[in-house]
């Protein structure tokens, strides 16, 4: 962005906006002025950052990245950061019959300020299927689609979040990507755009973008060119002009305790997915379940301090006013000091309104006296544990080490101690996956609300299976695999279902929730797309495609449509993005981004599930408690794993 444009005030299009609010659904959403929001003068500050996680309010607000980069940003004072989210359909076409001033851009919720007025425009993406409103975004915003056709004039448009591992299939519409942890980095690119404002814009965007790419911190796919062979598969990979660095390096924060946020969490005005205070209380995961994104891009763990921890929630609980507490990471009871974290915080707020939460339990790191800390204030709901894999076998595959009878013994326990609901969490699709090890998720459930009836001595036992469908992600030992077909996978899950219902001493204990598998398939296209894929979402977009994460704006037509047609002069189609089984030597579209993973380790990990598949016993421990399996991202990335114990104790609070 030049300096002179970048220097004009802009005006807020709160005036405009204000009379129409009243004609759409939830309007507050729209309006701004959270509590522990900011706003600051256009010229007090010389880098504008406009973020956004790229759905609804109600989704995007409680985002815990946005919030901390918001928070990281603002605290400089010469750096000044806005949100904005997805606008709903009604909204969207108010704003685009506009008034006697044309059509309303784009906005952030804080000042109402256009996103175009901003420096750089960065957006969160935890899943793919925002893809659609990243377009709408840009397009309501006035800025052009494509990266080649932005002028001087228009922000840096970059991408972050777990989906930017591969941004292949958005590199037509970015101009950068992050990879990895973004506390330190936005800043680093903060300062870049600093100096280059100040010195005058010399060389325009282009050159912008050239001192982000050669700085290390970001990937500009315009810097890359991509060749493809005639059979479709990529042929290489090459930087287009000099200093471009061949591989661009994830970002990994060492030290969380140095980075406590959010340290005012936002208060949203309307109702959100997660009201409540979450406070991450470590980062990665080496667990090794083979099919876990999370786990694998996020390496190594790192560990919050107890004390830390205890700084954060009472801080939170402060400046928010939220009751509930989620003590969030990929495997929250894996801390090595998780239970002194629980006591010391139960006893900390026993007899107030305070309670306390963990995300789904691993079942072999679940314990009572865990569970019975987090619910002594009195809120007991139900526990959810995840197996994954119905079968003995397909948990194998996975590496998710956990046996019947590890889960029989644990929510026998939970259902003794008081405990009515259990929820399991399954996934169908799995590779290798058979009707066999799906149909035993229904032998599962029964054997688990037989236990709850036998140890509790009651009939009100209830469990909820819950399943999603599996899908190849980057950066995984699953990155090689092919993706079951939709018709395939609603059959499997129709079968479990009859055979859930058919019995009449269990049937009606088992709820059961699913989702139908053609999601699955366009998110698989969008996870390992290269970009070609491109073409395939601007056409989504173009034929009305919005909100694809949500089920009532989900169309699977509209998408078989747009791959048919934006596909048709390519040697390649959906089943070969989706249902196509890969081959170690062939180039990935993100083999030049770099999560550390070592590619040989991925994929001996990968033959080592087909291994267990044929009946193998092979497990990879966590690396946390046993000597190092050369995945290779300490040394690749010169990190290492950060963990307790502290021998440390939460104290009570003083009075003041």
Known sequence: ???????????????????????????IQYVGGELNSTVKEWNDVEVRWALMYPDAYEVGLPNQGVQILYEVLNERDWIAAERTYAVWPDLEKIMREGDEQGPI??????????????????????????????????????????????????????????????????ADFL???????????????SE?????????????????LRRLAVSGAVYVPKFYDVNYAADGQIEAVVPNRPDIPWRVRKHTLMDLDAWPYPRNPLVPLAETVHERFSVEIFRGCTRGC??????????????RSITTIGDMVENGI????????????????????????????ADRYEGSNVSLSLPSTRVDAFNITLANEFSRNGRRSGLTFAPEGGSERMRKV??????????????????????????????????????????????????????????????????????????PKPHTPFQWASQLDHETTDARLQKLRDEVRSDKKFGRAIGFRYHDGKPGI????????????????????????????????????????????????????????????????????????????????????????LAAANGEDIEVEDCRWTPCYDCGVCPEMNTEIQIGPTGQKLLPLSVV
């Open 318 to 345: 402060r400046k928010s006013g939220f009751e509930e507490v989620g003590l969030l990471s990929l495997s929250s009871a894996d801390h090595t000091e998780i239970g002194d974290v629980a006591t010391g915080l």
């Open 192 to 208: 870049v755009v600093r100096e280059f404002k100040q010195e005058g814009s010399p060389g325009g965007r282009d050159e912008l």
């Open 105 to 170: 851009p784009q906005f952030t919720v804080d000042a109402h300020r256009p996103v175009r007025a901003f420096d750089v425009f960065g957006l969160s993406f935890s899943t793919e299927l925002g893809y659609t409103n990243m377009l709408n975004a840009l397009d309501l915003a006035q800025i052009p689609l494509h990266a080649v056709d932005r002028g001087d004039d228009d922000p840096i448009v970059l991408a972050g979040g777990h989906a930017a591992f591969n941004p292949e299939p958005i």
């Open 398 to 471: 996975i590496n998710k080490m956990v046996t019947e009878e590890d889960l029989i013994r644990t929510v026998g326990a939970a259902y003794s101690h008081g405990w009515r609901q259990v929820k399991l969490y399954f996934m169908c699709g799995l590779p290798t996956e058979t009707d066999e090890d799906v149909l035993q998720i229904a032998d599962l459930a029964k054997k688990v609300i037989a236990k709850g009836r036998e140890v509790s001595g009651r009939n009100d036992i209830r469990c909820t299976v819950s399943i999603g469908g599996f899908v």
């Open 175 to 189: 101009d950068a990507a992050v990879l990895g942890d973004g506390e330190e980095v936005v800043l680093k690119i």
């Open 522 to 609: 366009v998110e698989g296209l969008l996870s390992r797309g290269d970009r070609r894929v491109g073409a395939i979402i601007e056409q989504v977009w173009r034929d009305g495609g919005r909100f694809d994460g949500w089920s009532e704006h989900f169309s699977y037509e509209r998408w078989m449509n747009a791959a048919e047609t934006a596909l048709a002069d390519t040697s390649v189609d959906l089943d070969w993005y989706t249902t196509r089984e890969r081959e170690y030597d062939e180039i990935l579209p993100w083999d030049h981004l770099d999560s550390g993973l070592d590619k040989d380790w991925l994929w001996a990990d990968w033959e080592d599930a």
């Open 1 to 27: 962005m030049t300096v002179a444009q970048s220097d004009l005030v802009p005006e807020s299009v709160f005036p405009r906006l204000e009379p129409r609010l009243a004609l759409v659904s939830k309007p």
């Open 290 to 303: 083979r099919f876990c994104q999370a786990g694998m891009i996020t390496r190594p763990v790192r560990e």
